[in-house]
Structures are given as structure tokens and as C-alpha cells.
């Protein structure tokens, strides 16, 4: 499965970014996909969830209530809904794909990786 993330760029503090992984050379359609983000010099974070089918999600706390994650099977594409968005959130996104059907929140249980697009919000 190769990943492409999308949607990412410079955001003023408040505003929202909508941000899109698609995969292409084989649907992901039973697979959990995960959000996750990284700051240079830090590890990558967690940052929200979905399941293969969208019936189960997770969020990271600081992210609960501003960030909405959901999919379109159909289209083979996963998207993560950023409002309210703070300085604190900038960070290059990663969607990665997970072997399961539901997934958790750590990085190493995912086999396939997107290449990672910015998100900059400024003050």
C-alpha cells in the first residue's frame, strides 16, 4: 500500500486545514488508519484513529474536540478535520496504515506510512 497525504499548509491560529491520506496500488479499505505528527527534534505523536469500517475512532487529548477524522472507503481516502487550530499543532502529519481492522495509538503498529505533509499555524 502506498499512502499519499495531502491538504497541509499555512493556517493563521483559529483557522482549520483539511487534511487527506489516499492510498493507491491496493485499497486500505479493511485497515485502521492512523493520524500522527512530528515535530523536528521530537517523536512522532499520536493524533487520532479510525477503523476499518469508521465505527470506532480515537483522538489524542489535545486534539479531542477540534480535530474530526473520517473516511470514505469508496474513494480509498482518509481525512482529518482541524478547527480551532493552535500554534501548538504545528507539525509535519503522517497517516499511516495499520495490518488490523481497528488500530491503537502507537506509531509501531503500523506497517504502511505516508511521506508526511506541514501544517503551519502561526500566532
Known amino acids: 500500500v502506498q499512502l499519499q497525504a495531502s491538504g497541509g499548509g499555512l493556517v493563521q491560529a483559529g483557522g482549520s486545514l483539511k487534511l487527506s491520506c489516499t492510498a493507491s496500488?491496493?485499497?486500505?479499505?479493511?485497515?485502521?488508519v492512523g493520524w500522527f505528527r512530528q515535530v523536528p527534534g521530537k517523536e512522532r505523536d499520536f493524533v487520532s484513529v479510525i477503523s476499518w469500517n469508521g465505527g470506532v475512532t480515537s483522538y489524542a487529548e489535545s486534539v479531542k474536540g477540534r480535530f474530526t477524522i473520517s473516511r470514505d472507503n469508496a474513494k480509498n481516502t482518509v481525512y482529518l478535520q482541524m478547527n480551532s487550530l493552535k500554534p501548538e499543532d504545528t507539525a509535519v502529519y503522517y497517516c499511516a496504515a495499520n495490518l488490523r481492522a481497528v488500530g491503537g495509538s502507537s506509531a509501531n503498529e503500523y506497517r504502511y506510512w505516508g511521506q508526511g505533509t506541514l501544517v503551519t499555524v502561526s500566532s
Open positions: 496500488r491496493r485499497t486500505f479499505s479493511n485497515n485502521a
